[in-house]
């Protein structure tokens, strides 16, 4: 596609349910990253890969949430037992190896849990 | 990575040039100047970054310090369209032992008519 894809857009849950969050980076893309911005807040830093592996997975809240991605394509985020802090926009990204400055971002899925 | 500091907010009137300041003295000889901005609820586009020579595309112009302790955005004509947070950061550009960039609360710039 012509840029980082994101599904689904809204996601409304209620505490305690699973939830998986989907990104399709940019084709040729080898890195890619998740962030979480919370309302009115700045970015968070929460997982890198280069291709399908993770060498930096620092910014992961708790062992609540997990990632992987195949190959380097499609990245997948896993929130489980959700809660109410977990409610926030969470963004990817992705960015050619050689340059890992220039990322492009998608548009976020909303996370909204009741 | 070296850390930045930028003003809160900023107004700017449209059709005249908005110049963001950036402060970044501890930065490495290594580390490049990235600028990305935030419009409302979409995710961070990137605008320009540059080294130590200073940078023009078709969205803005990067100007950097001699020294390289600061640099300086500006969007030539600012429109409506242009309010956002603008964020302003360093790091390498190639390799690097952290992955990720590092987005503090940058400016927000709101252009008024």
């Known amino acids: 596609g012509a840029g980082v894809s994101q599904s689904p857009s809204n996601k409304v849950t209620e505490k305690g349910k699973d939830v998986e969050l989907r990104c399709d980076p940019i084709?040729?893309?080898?890195?890619l990253y998740w962030y979480r911005q919370r309302l009115g807040q700045g970015l968070e830093f929460l997982i890198y890969?280069?291709?399908?592996?993770?060498?930096?997975k620092s910014g992961l809240p708790s062992d609540r949430f997990s990632a992987e991605r195949t190959g380097e394509s499609v990245s997948t985020l896993t929130i489980q037992r959700t809660q109410q802090e977990d409610s926030a926009v969470y963004l990817c990204?992705?960015?050619?190896?050689?340059?890992?400055?220039?990322?492009?971002f998608g548009s976020g899925t909303q996370l909204s849990v009741l | 990575d070296a850390k930045t500091t930028q003003p809160t907010s900023m107004d700017c009137a449209e059709g005249r040039a908005a110049n963001l300041p950036c402060n970044h003295s501890?930065?490495?000889?290594?580390?490049?100047v990235y600028w990305y901005r935030q419009i409302h609820s979409q995710g961070p586009q990137y605008i320009i970054h540059?080294?130590?020579n200073n940078e023009t595309n078709e969205m803005a112009s990067l100007i950097i310090t001699e020294d390289r302790k600061s640099s300086t955005l500006i969007l030539p004509h600012a429109t409506l369209r242009d309010t956002a947070v603008y964020y302003c950061?360093?790091?390498?550009?190639?390799?690097?032992?952290?992955?990720?960039?590092?987005f503090g609360k940058g400016t927000k710039l709101s252009v008024k008519p």
């Open positions: 990204a992705s960015s050619v190896q050689g340059n890992r400055g220039k990322l492009f």
């Open positions: 084709s040729g893309h080898t890195a």
């Open positions: 890969f280069q291709g399908n592996s993770a060498p930096d």
């Open positions: 501890t930065i490495s000889g290594n580390e490049y």
């Open positions: 540059g080294l130590k």
């Open positions: 950061i360093v790091r390498p550009d190639y390799g690097g032992s952290q992955g990720n960039l590092i």
